[in-house]
Every structure is written in structure tokens, then in C-alpha cells.
């Protein structure tokens, strides 16, 4: 059972679950949504999950009336402020000595930006994003990006304007760019469970992120690849904060260094965790491990899997170094995870939506970023 705002073409047609149309944006809403669904399945077993974070919070919020009929494998409110808060996320990774971006921090409390007073010393191009991605999801104003490249000192000024005159009240990072392209990007998705046990860690190189501004940064094609230390710095981190449930973490190999660098931690499992399952770790198996008490081995993702939502023609596009992408067409060749692409689900409709929608991205790359540049932006 799928509950959205809209219903998506990507759930068009589709065989494997009902989708539910419902003001999820609204707290009331989405637990009046979520009840009538319980409601409407008396005798059945609901286990209640979200890949968003602003989903994550209300959930959070709501936790003690959802769960009279739903098992709630999530952080508790008091997790989730401190995990989607990536300050404080970067201040824990500081005492676990795992590297992590020199950034400042701009507050935004008193209805005008009041930055660090370093600010003045930043090295451009840096990156702007927001400390709690579930605050910023309900902010508006002109140019609105996920993640913001700042090429200079004027820029960084005209966006701290724009987000004071939304009437933004959290606090904005401004954060220093680690070389590379997003080949450089890695993601890792961690489920811990109740008793304390980093039960699944899976890692693995991005080859593509997507361009479009509502989309920006997320991966559009992933390599698996075991990075031990990466899984370590993770484990060692959600062990801190007393984590439960599904962590996926965004990171980058900097090229200067040779360290894998955090930039945040969101608290719920990602759009694009298909890769996992892809590898032979199936994060369901996990969830409901945890939520029956029973026994089950820790595991680490060790198989090279090629996942990707766009054609391969249009992602070998884009790796412009030659012993990678000879790495990726070798792995496509073995079979590539379309997380769309069930068999299962192949009705004569949804096939062709699915296939419009992959086709699709070359159009959209072609309009956003119509080749591959240095820096990934």
C-alpha cells in the first residue's frame, strides 16, 4: 500500500500495490489517511516506513496514536532531530574523528540571516544546503534548489536574501566543495536494529546523479562496492546516537586525501535502495528480523551490482574515465537493476509508461546538463 500526494507515473498501472491519494503535506491529513487505511484492514499485519524525511518527522510526531495498529520501525522525535540536523550531525562525526566538510553555519532564527563570522573567509565554489532537509521541504522562494553551487561571495548574499525574504527561520549550511565529479560520490545504506545491532550496511559508487532541480543529487546510477572504512565510520556513528531503523549517508572520496568525507546522514531508507537488494541484501529481511526479535546475521554488501534509472547508452554518456566505465559496461553486462523493470508487473500499459520514463532522461539530461563536466554542477 503506497500513500502519496499525487499519483506518480512511476506507480501507474501497477500490480504489486494499491496507492492511496491523500494531503500527506498536512500532519492531520496523513494520520487520518493512515487510519483509514488500518481501519480498512482489521486482521491484517501493517508494518508504517517513508523514504522521505519531512514524512519521517510527522511520523515521529504522531508515533504514540499510529502505533495502536502499526509496528514503527523508525528513529524515535528526539533521534530524528539530532540525525536530520546535519550541524549536529557534523559535530558528532567530529568526536568520532570520521572527516567531514569545513562549514559554517548561518542561523536564520531572528528572520535575517546572522552567519559565522568566518564567513568572510571561505574559499569558493562552496555548497549551500539546508541543516534539516524536513524544515526546508516547506520553505518557497524563487530558485529553489535541494543543494545550492556558490561560485562567489555575491552569490552566497543574493541566496541568503531570497531564503530571508521566505521567511526561513532554521539555519543554512554553507559548506566546502570537495573536488571531483559525482563519480566521486559514494552512498551507504545502514538499517540498526532495536536491540543495538548495525544488522545491514551496503555501499557504493555513484556513476550519475540526477540534474533536474527537484531531483538534484539523487543517484541515477550506482556501482556496488564494499568500502570498509566507510562502514565503520557509519556503524560507529548511528552506535552513538542510539539509532534504529533505515540511515542512508551521502559521502565523497576526496581525491586530495584519499578519505571518504560525510556530509549527512538522512534518517530513512533511500528512494534508490533497490541497489541493496540488487547486492543480496534485502532490506525487508532486516525490518521484519528486528520487529519478530529474531536472529540474523550482520551483513556487509560485498557483490558488484550496476543499479541505474536511465539507459546505459545515456549513463556511459557521462563516465568520462576510461577503466570506470569499461568497469560499468562489464557489470551491465552481467544484468543491470531497474528498480521499474519487474516482471512481474509487466503489463502492456505500464510497460510502455516505465519505458517512456526511462527514454525521458535523455531529454531531461540533454536540458540540465547536456555533458559532464569536472565538478559534477
Keep these: 500500500m503506497i500513500v502519496s500526494r499525487v499519483e506518480t507515473r512511476a506507480f501507474a498501472h501497477t500490480r504489486l500495490a494499491d496507492q492511496v491519494i491523500a494531503n500527506v503535506d498536512d500532519q492531520d491529513a496523513l494520520v487520518t489517511a493512515l487510519e483509514q487505511i488500518a481501519a480498512d484492514r482489521p486482521d491484517e499485519r501493517l508494518v508504517l516506513l517513508t523514504n522521505a524525511d519531512w514524512y519521517v518527522e510527522r511520523i515521529a510526531a504522531a508515533r504514540e496514536r499510529l502505533e495502536a495498529r502499526y509496528e514503527i520501525p523508525m528513529c524515535t522525535a528526539e533521534q530524528f532531530a539530532r ?20 562549514t559554517i553555519a548561518v ?4 528572520g535575517s540571516p546572522v552567519p559565522d563570522a568566518s564567513l568572510d573567509l571561505l574559499e569558493y565554489p562552496v555548497i549551500g544546503k539546508p541543516a534539516s532537509s524536513a524544515e526546508f521541504y516547506y520553505v518557497d522562494y524563487p530558485g529553489k534548489l535541494k543543494i545550492h553551487d556558490l561560485g ?40 540498526r536494529d532495536a536491540r543495538g545491532n548495525v544488522t545491514m550496511v551496503v555501499t557504493g559508487r555513484v556513476l550519475l ?41 551521502d559521502y ?63 549513463l556511459r554518456r557521462y563516465l568520462k574515465e ?34 517512456a520514463l526511462t527514454w ?9 546538463y547536456p555533458r559532464a563536466t569536472e565538478s559534477g554542477h
Design 360 to 368: 525521458n532522461y535523455w531529454r531531461k539530461y540533454l536540458q540540465y
Design 107 to 110: 542561523s536564520f532564527s531572528s
Design 252 to 314: 565523497k572520496r576526496d581525491a586530495r586525501s584519499g578519505r571518504h568525507v560525510f556530509f549527512e546522514v538522512n534518517p530513512r531508507i533511500g528512494r534508490n535502495n533497490w541497489y541493496t537488494t540488487a547486492s543480496g541484501v534485502n532490506p525487508a529481511t532486516h525490518v521484519m528480523a528486528d520487529l519478530d526479535g529474531a536472529p540474523i546475521m550482520p551483513v556487509r554488501g560485498d557483490r558488484s551490482v550496476l543499479y541505474s534509472v536511465v539507459p546505459i547508452p545515456l
Design 83 to 102: 540525525v536530520s540536523d546535519k550541524a549536529a550531525f557534523q559535530a558528532d562525526c567530529v568526536a568520532l574523528a570520521i572527516p567531514v566538510p569545513r
Design 152 to 191: 562567489g561571495r555575491d552569490a552566497v548574499d543574493a541566496l541568503l536574501a531570497r531564503l530571508a525574504a521566505s521567511g526561513f527561520t532554521g539555519t543554512y549550511l554553507l559548506q566546502e566543495f570537495i573536488p571531483g565529479d559525482e563519480t566521486q560520490m559514494r552512498s551507504l545504506t545502514a538499517y
Design 209 to 249: 546523479e540526477e540534474h533536474t532541480p527537484g531531483t538534484l543529487g539523487v543517484p541515477a546510477a550506482i556501482l556496488t562496492e564494499p568500502y570498509g572504512d566507510a562502514m565503520d565510520a557509519m556503524s560507529r556513528y548511528l552506535d552513538r546516537v542510539d539509532y534504529r531503523g533505515f540511515a542512508n549517508a
Design 322 to 355: 576510461r577503466a570506470l566505465r569499461q568497469t560499468v559496461l562489464a557489470a551491465a553486462k552481467r544484468g543491470v537493476a531497474r528498480p521499474l523493470h519487474n516482471p512481474e508487473d509487466r503489463s502492456a500499459r505500464r510497460w510502455l509508461t516505465i519505458t
